[in-house]
């Protein structure tokens, strides 16, 4: 029986019979995550509780990419791209199983355009330095057609092809909480943090967390507490204070997967300025092409936003203006959308797109320390700050980071072939697993690779408790084809209640809980055909 690295039970049994620690982690997004990981590595003794999956939030919602961004470049926020470009590279270095260069083409339709993006290009390479993966480099019209089939030649006066990062955001996430647990973190999703507690001085001294499987609340003390709940640092700022001025500004983006035929190549296509002024990406994701993003402003964020029709209009629209078979509605597979955690600006200004992509570290009075807004890309760069502050807050020695060279779990260069490769060093383990069953080499879908040995080993060390956790954030079938992996929700459903020990009625619950969220992720809503595969 090989050593289960994320197990709720036992983390909660750590949680219940060891309630004092050096840090206490709210969140499991990217930040929160990143923080446990540095913390850990430094030998601190760390818990950190998410209130529903790791990366339910914004984490597994992002355009995938680990990047210094293009698009920054161009706004002047040289610093940001240095940092990221920067973490781009050690991204690269400690998870290679779940990170890759891909090659981005941005189509120009005139030479002076394509001389000022191959000068920007240019020093978008150099700020990467020794942390280069590919240099840019002009290329032609006839070029273009060859590697993009798909895209319309009219007026095409060449282009610039760059070189950046592309990752899967959720795998890595879950990859995260697997390494924070292997250098001794606590990490447990379904917790939410309902309150902070505090000494006599008014300092943070821990927080009351309720475990949402059993509505049962517990305690734990810490030496510093943290705020990396994204979109929400206001709410744990509320439980702090009771009263502030809101430090997050909101903004949506939505993106639209499609077949990969619409794009047809492995290239992807950067158009540098849409008619809303921000960029839009057309990026091949696994096997299926990913167009986004959006940057709506958002009154009150939500773990589950939902796309407004402009939006998918947009995206729509924009891509109909450079491929030659315009996609529609229908042909959308998956959309999903996702909360930036903008820093909020001081006036009262709607617009979004201008507010800085960089991070806010901040302290209360009470010790408290908040952390948000940042990239992923970035989330190594913000734990080792954020760590930093908790030592000093904590009145603990100035330990050393190691995260720049600290592995991730699942770190090999022995990638297996093709959907294999994301679980890096695990994908022989869940293939042991496989072995020793039939039932378990079945696949759990025609249309993908993904088999039942993928759910089993997803329960027991990836911490995967509902249906949704399986299929949206560790197989990633919602954000790829959300009625294939409707239809593939019996079936998990049914290993996992096997796995879990989990009764028929269990199954019906989370049947009717997955259809619930997947159907919005589809933009058409067959609801008398769902209802048929949900009863198989
Ligand atoms: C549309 C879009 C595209 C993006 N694309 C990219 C990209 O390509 N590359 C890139 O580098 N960055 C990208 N980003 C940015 C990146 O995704 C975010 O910066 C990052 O995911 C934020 O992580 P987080 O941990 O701060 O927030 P989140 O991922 O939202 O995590 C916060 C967590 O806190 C939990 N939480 C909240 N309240 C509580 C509580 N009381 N108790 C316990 N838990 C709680 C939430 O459930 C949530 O899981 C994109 C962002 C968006 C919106």
Redesign the pocket.
Known sequence: MQLQLLNRISSLKQLVDHPQYDIVV?????????IAVDAATRGLKVAL???????????????????G?VRYLAMGDIKLVYD?LRERGIVFANAPHVTHTQPFVIPCYSIFSKLKYLIGLKLYDWLAGLRSIGKSTAVTKEEIQQNFPNLKPEGLKGGVRYFDGQ?D?ARL?INLAQTAATHGATLINY????GLMKSNDEKVSG?C?EDLETGISYEVRAKAVIN??????D??LM?DTGDHRPIVKP?????IVLDHLFLGSNEALMIPKTSDGRVL?GVPWHGHLLI????IPVEHPS?EPNPTDAEVDFILNTAAAYLTKAPKKEDILSVF?????LAAPDDDSDSTKEIS?D?KLMTSPSGLIT?????????RK?AEETVNKALEIAGLPPLACRTKTTKIHGHTKQLHPGHWATYGSDAPRIKLLADGNSAWQEKLHNDFEHIVAEVVWMVRHEMARTVEDVLARRLRILFLNAQASIEMAPKVAETMAVELDKDANWITNQLTQYHEVATTYLIKRPAMQMKDNDTK
């Open positions: 709210i969140g499991g997004g990217a930040t929160g995550l990143g509780m998410e209130q529903h999956d790791f990366a339910k939030g914004t984490s597994s919602r992002s355009t995938k990419l680990v990047h961004g990221a990752f955001d996430a917790c939410r943090v309902i927080v967390f990396a709940t994204g979109v929400f640092v709410d744990v439980m903004s949506q983006g939505t993106h990406f986004g993003t959006t940057d773990l959308t996702g909360l930036r955690p992509r991070h952390i948000t807004g940042g990239k992923w890309t970035t989330y913000m």
